[in-house]
């Protein structure tokens, strides 16, 4: 059974990889709607991300609006592609034949 | 040991996005108006083999620039409106494979559309079948349950024209049309007001 990815297992990382994984890219504002952390979680998890290399994080402007932009890029999609498998693995019952033999039992009448 | 997250719901977040503020409905009104339009004019071309292998060309191009033109319009429209209220989200690219099958979709779409228009009585019935379950699956498919209950209500519009009025043929089925995109854009308004409500437009800040 392969390890699980403990920074993708956080719920709220997992949540902020998800979400990623889906779109090309999307900003601070629709990642705070879409998880409803505090801007303050948000912005602490995707920083954990970031230097794990997972995301890309771009500050820019549109207007004179601030806008962060976060995309999720080939190194973080591969390990939520790993975390996917590992977790499909231990849901998934194994079918190895079980080795306890079964005996029919008399209950007492 | 149970995954965190629903993962499958959360990556259906971004498509529910796009449709959830209901811009998408009210654009379908314009889109069906001028679609009804448009194959009036197709059926006022005198008949015959030329002329209807041109009226199939011409009208689909019409309608397909009609309908880029309105996807164009769309997208403006979301930068402008919901993107600085809700948030920013880009879609990823369509692969080619993807680009092919929505073409051979769109073709496929056309060319029941026009025969639909040429059939007769089964115009209706057809147009009917063909809307309510685009609706229906698209919501299932995206878990917004307003998106399947118009498609319900197609449904309920197709079964009031076929079978409780006169209308039939191309005429059936442009009212049809025309009843559904309305239905459409005023279903569509509602959560487009309370998207407005609920998503105020953010201060701006000097940089």
Redesign the interface.
Same mark, same amino acid.
């Given at each position: 059974m392969s390890e699980l990815d403990r920074l993708i297992?956080?719920?709220a990382r997992?949540?902020i990889i998800?979400?990623l994984?889906?779109?090309?890219?999307? #900003?601070?504002? #629709?990642?705070?709607?879409?998880t409803g952390l505090t801007k303050g979680n948000l912005s602490t998890h995707l920083v954990r991300l970031e230097e794990a290399g997972y995301v890309n994080i771009e500050k820019t402007?549109?207007?004179?609006?601030?806008?962060t932009?976060v995309r999720l890029n080939s190194v973080g999609r591969a390990a939520f592609q790993s975390y996917?498998k590992s977790?499909k693995e231990?849901?998934t019952p194994s079918k190895a034949p079980s080795k306890v033999r079964r005996v029919p039992v008399q209950l007492p009448t | 040991?149970?995954?965190?997250?629903d993962?499958d719901a959360?990556?259906?977040?971004?498509?529910r996005?796009w449709m959830e503020d209901g811009l998408v409905e009210i654009l379908l009104g314009p889109l069906m108006s001028v679609s009804i339009g448009v194959f009036w004019a197709a059926g006022a071309i005198p008949r015959g083999h030329s002329t209807d292998l041109v009226s199939l060309g011409g009208v689909q191009t019409l309608w397909l620039a009609v309908m880029l033109s309105i996807l164009w319009g769309f997208k403006k429209l979301k930068a402008r409106v919901t993107?600085?209220r809700?948030?920013?989200?880009?879609?990823?690219?369509p692969t080619k494979m993807s680009r092919i099958c929505m073409f051979a979709l769109y073709a496929v779409f056309a060319v029941i559309f026009h025969f639909t228009f040429t059939l007769g009585d089964t115009a209706v019935p057809v147009a009917t079948v063909i809307f309510a379950v685009g609706l229906a699956v698209l919501g299932l498919q995206i878990k917004l349950a307003r998106i399947a209950w118009e498609g319900v209500l197609t449904l309920g519009i197709g079964v009031y024209l076929y079978w409780f009025t006169a209308l039939k043929g191309s005429q059936g089925g442009a009212v049809l049309i025309g009843m559904v995109g309305s239905s459409l854009a005023i279903i569509g308004a509602l959560p487009f007001r309370r998207f407005l409500k609920a998503h105020p437009l953010?201060p701006?800040?000097?940089?």
């Open positions: 297992h956080e719920p997992l949540t998800a979400l994984s889906s779109v090309k890219e999307a #900003d601070f504002l #629709d990642l705070l709607r879409a402007f549109r207007g004179k609006i601030p806008l932009l996917r977790m231990i849901l | 040991m149970e995954p965190p997250v993962i959360v990556e259906s977040h971004a498509s996005y993107f600085p809700g948030g920013y989200v880009a879609l990823p690219k953010r701006e800040t000097e940089a």
